[in-house]
């Protein structure tokens, strides 16, 4: 009987064995015990448990807040392998790959231990080791957790101490298991001035892949963010899901795979395209940070997550106030001189704005920048446009008490230019093919240390020189096509990788000499937006795109993952809608002009004075507040949403009326994150240059919140392209 037992036992351990399952049967006398490894925020858990008997690490739990972690090691052996390698028995997409050097195609991890740092109250680091038992490849997983944001951040580290160098074809930031009845999947996609179209789709089996293999430029058609909603669709209040991103400015992968037993796997990271990596033996490859919040109240709870997160820990300075500016970009193009730019410093000026931003086509001598097919990369100021230099403009900034920002693009290079002629080595191209040209341009090889250096100067000559200059506009044009580094000679592979890590070297070692300086993240639109740049970043341009009705949606998308202080929206002369729909739908991110002032009106003049006012009193509660979606243009001809500050005194609504159908009505909006006890008054604002307001107006009213939430407030016109702007106050 014994024997026959001790087969069985035998033969289901190989069974379950080969298909990547814990092996089954009863615990030996000498198993070390289950080891569980939780991490906490305030409302979620995420818990890992190494195995006994295998002394793999596993996923256990991941959602809201367990009342009894230890409950989980009488659980059923979890299969979800944390890290999940290739080569040996995982069946699914793995989190890494690798192989040896001495040619063996597999990796094994078992768990070594752990560690929990704690640098402060908020924060916990939480780090697990994992080792090949054959190979002296050690792998590190990071878990780091903001409890009061409810945000995790995971990334990976690998070390190897083979005696040659090892290959990684796969190296995720995250991976994460999910076991829910459905799954659906929101995904943001588009293209240049078409940003963040927001798609959802049920997941069904098999893979479904995000990803980019842009290289610069990279998110232009689909930016590294998700939400993944479990079971039902989500709504803005309602719904289990989780928000994800992945902070890195090159080609990035989301894979979802959805097994045979209807499991989850979600496997976030650099996208393995045309990247196998060697690392060299002792020397650590960094994975780039998948950051996540869990909510089970609806996308609204993990945006304000995320915002909160951005806000004290994702975007540089985060909590300190931006400036609102003019931009002479869609007023001049490149035809601007001396005289006409001092006029618009005036302009910045009369209005009541921080900052003149002077934007492409003040550089270049030999090969002016006067269109976009010359002189990129030539860093100088043009004599015939600004015989006096920058400097003058500086100063006559500073006499006028207005600041003075920048644009550059120092990634890239136009073959009309100086820098192309004297440096064809550091460009990047093909050898033995024709150079391939976007917007005229190509690309420089950062990861050359000589074009680091050249980049750094770019920013720090021009700081020296003119250290009034008190903000940047960093832009980037292009992605990356017969991408070859002559660097890099026989290491092409890495050229995706390499180059954005030293993008980031170069600002990191920027942000050290000029850590407060206000720079714009710019990519041609938003064609780079992700918080691994937001680190060296404190705003972004969200789209060339500034018709004011595209821009309800697009910065509706962007909402979801990042917060309004950083997203820049300008009012320009794009669309027919009225300046007040302009203003009012600028004015719920960062707000700027690129508009031509001097053809304003006094009418308008004077609105758009009493706008940027009204914008600068109540900055605080549109960058700090929290964000409630109330009416979602995907849904309804209008958008409806508001910010309300932390202590519940303050609030913002904007509403938006996109269309008006024949006998189609619009009903009162329930206000959110008010305090009900409290008693609120109703105030319109950027009431519109002839005084006229909607009717019927709930301007001059006061109600309690309870009343606001329950029953709500009529919000706006049936006019399409109407818009309302209320200032609720206690
Ligand atoms: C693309 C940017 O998105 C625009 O705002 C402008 O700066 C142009 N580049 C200038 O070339």
Redesign the pocket.
């Known amino acids: 009987m014994k024997k026959v037992l001790f087969i069985i036992t035998l033969i289901l351990t190989i069974i379950s064995a080969s298909v990547g399952q814990p092996p089954l049967g009863p615990p030996s006398a000498n198993q070390p015990p289950d080891i569980i490894i939780s991490v906490s925020t305030l409302n979620t858990d995420l818990v890992y448990k190494v195995n006994g008997r295998d002394r793999r690490l596993y996923q256990s739990y991941l959602g809201s807040k367990l009342d009894n972690i230890s409950e989980l090691k009488q659980a059923r052996d979890a299969e979800h392998l944390a890290y999940a390698t290739s080569g040996t028995d995982n069946l699914f997409e793995p989190a890494i790959r690798m192989t040896h050097n001495d040619g063996n195609p597999s990796l094994e991890l078992k768990y070594v231990s752990h560690n929990i740092e704690k640098p402060d109250t908020n924060i916990t680091i939480t780090s697990i080791l994992l080792k090949d038992p054959e190979y002296p490849v050690e792998v590190t997983l990071y878990i780091k957790s903001y409890a009061a944001e409810d945000v995790i951040e995971q990334w990976v580290e690998i070390v190897q101490k083979e005696a040659k160098p090892v290959t990684i074809y796969n190296y995720a930031s995250s991976m994460l298991h999910f076991d829910a009845n459905k799954y659906w999947l929101t995904q943001f996609h588009g293209y240049w001035a078409e940003e963040m179209k927001m798609q959802e789709n049920e997941l069904t089996s098999g893979i479904k892949i995000l990803d980019s293999k842009l290289g610069t430029r990279a998110h232009m058609y689909q930016t590294p963010v998700f939400f993944l909603s479990l079971n039902e669709k989500s709504d803005e209040n309602n719904g289990e899901l989780i928000a994800g991103t992945l902070g890195w400015s090159g080609n990035f992968q989301f894979v979802f795979e959805v097994d045979e037993k209807g499991s989850l796997r979600v496997i976030s990271g650099i996208n393995p395209f045309a990247s196998e990596y060697s690392i060299q033996p002792g020397k650590p490859f960094k994975t780039p940070s998948f950051i996540f919040t869990y909510s089970n109240h609806g996308k609204g709870l993990a945006s304000r997550n995320l915002h909160h997160w951005a806000t004290n820990y994702g975007i540089l300075d985060g909590t300190k106030p931006r400036l609102t500016l003019l931009n002479n970009?869609e007023t001049t193009y490149f035809n601007f001189n001396e005289p006409k730019l001092v006029g618009l410093l005036d302009d910045t000026k009369k209005m009541g704005l921080d900052l003149f931003l002077l934007?492409?086509g003040w550089f270049a001598n030999k090969y002016p920048r006067n269109d976009?097919h010359a002189g990129l990369g030539d860093w100088q100021e043009n004599k015939a446009k600004l015989p006096d230099g920058l400097g003058y403009l500086v100063k006559e900034a500073d006499s006028i008490g207005v600041k003075f920002g920048i644009?550059i693009?120092p990634e890239m290079v136009n073959p009309k230019s100086e820098l192309y002629e004297n440096h064809p080595e550091w460009i990047l191209k093909l050898p033995n093919r024709p150079e391939n040209y976007y917007r005229n341009q190509l690309v420089l090889d950062l990861t050359n240390p000589k074009v680091q250096e050249f980049v750094y100067n770019v920013v720090d000559g021009m700081m020296t020189k003119y250290p009034g200059i008190g903000f940047i506009?960093w832009?980037c044009?292009r992605m990356m096509t017969n991408a070859y580094s002559v660097y890099l000679k026989d290491e092409q592979s890495h050229l995706y990788i390499d180059y954005v890590n030293s993008l980031y070297s170069v600002l990191a070692r920027l942000r050290q000499k000029y850590p407060h300086l206000p720079v714009m993240l710019?990519s041609?639109?938003g064609g780079r937006v992700d918080y691994g740049a937001l680190r060296y970043f404190t705003e972004f341009?969200a789209s060339?795109d500034t018709d004011p009705l595209e821009r309800v949606y697009i910065q509706w998308g962007y909402s979801y993952f990042f917060p309004s202080f950083a997203v820049c929206n300008h009012i320009t002369s794009w669309g027919k809608q009225s300046l007040k729909f302009r203003t009012d739908v600028a004015m719920m991110g960062k707000m700027g002009y690129d508009i031509q002032i001097n053809g304003f009106t006094e009418k308008e003049l004077k609105f758009s004075q009493d706008a940027i006012a009204n914008y600068k009193r109540l900055s605080d509660v549109i960058w700090h507040g929290d964000l409630y979606r109330l009416i979602s243009p995907y849904e309804e001809d209008r958008a409806v949403l508001m910010y309300v500050n932390s202590s519940k005194d303050k609030a913002v609504l904007f509403a938006y009326t996109l269309n008006s159908r024949f006998g189609e009505t619009f009903n009162r909006v329930r206000l959110q994150g008010l305090d009900p006890v409290k008693t609120y008054n109703i105030r319109e604002i950027n009431v519109q240059p002839d005084g006229q307001r909607f009717r019927p107006s709930e301007s001059g009213k006061s109600y309690s919140g309870d009343y606001l939430m329950k029953i709500g407030l009529n919000v706006g016109s049936g006019a399409a392209l109407s818009s309302t702007v209320f200032e609720i106050t206690e």
């Open positions: 970009w934007d492409d976009d644009w693009e506009k832009d044009n710019c041609g639109g341009w060339d």
